[in-house]
Nanobody, 121 residues
Framework: QVQLVESGGGLVQPGGSLRLSCAASGSIIRINVMGWYRQAPGKERELVAVTTNIGRTNYADSVKGRFTISRDNAKTTVYLQMNSLKPEDTAVYYC???????????????WGQGTLVTVSS
C-alpha cells in the first residue's frame, strides 16, 4: 500500500555532505510521521531524525547541528541533509513512514529498502 524509495547514498570523505531523499507512493492520503533511521554493521537500527505532518522534528543527539530533516509541500517526500559527516555516520540509512492514511486503509509502519552511506577517506 505504501512504497518508500530512498536515494542519495554513497561514499563521501569526512567533513563532507550528502543529501538523502525518500519518496513515498501508493494510495496515500496523509503521512503523519516520516523519518530516517540507520543501522551500522554489528549494531541495532537507531533513530536519526523524524518529522511530523505539522513540522515538529526530533534528532538523535549524535547528529544534532549537523543533519537537517525536511519534507516537501506535498508531505510525501522526506529529505535528510547531512553535513560535517564523520566515519561513525557510516551505515545503511532507512526511510520510515508511520501512521499513514491511505484509500486502502491505515498503514501503521512502512520502511524503505535502505541506502548505504559510507564516510571514509
Amino acid at each position: 500500500q505504501v512504497q518508500l524509495v530512498e536515494s542519495g547514498g554513497g561514499l563521501v570523505q569526512p567533513g563532507g555532505s550528502l543529501r538523502l531523499s525518500c519518496a513515498a507512493s501508493g494510495s496515500i492520503i496523509r503521512i503523519n510521521v516520516m523519518g530516517w533511521y540507520r543501522q551500522a554493521p554489528g549494531k541495532e537500527r537507531e533513530l536519526v531524525a523524524v518529522t511530523t505532518n505539522i513540522g515538529r522534528t526530533n534528532y538523535a543527539d549524535s547528529v544534532k547541528g549537523r543533519f537537517t530533516i525536511s519534507r516537501d509541500n506535498a508531505k510525501t517526500t522526506v529529505y535528510l541533509q547531512m553535513n560535517s559527516l564523520k566515519p561513525e555516520d557510516t551505515a545503511v540509512y532507512y526511510c520510515n513512514a508511520r501512521d499513514v492514511s491511505t484509500y486502502m486503509g491505515p498503514v501503521l509502519n512502512a520502511w524503505g529498502q535502505g541506502t548505504l552511506v559510507t564516510v571514509s577517506s
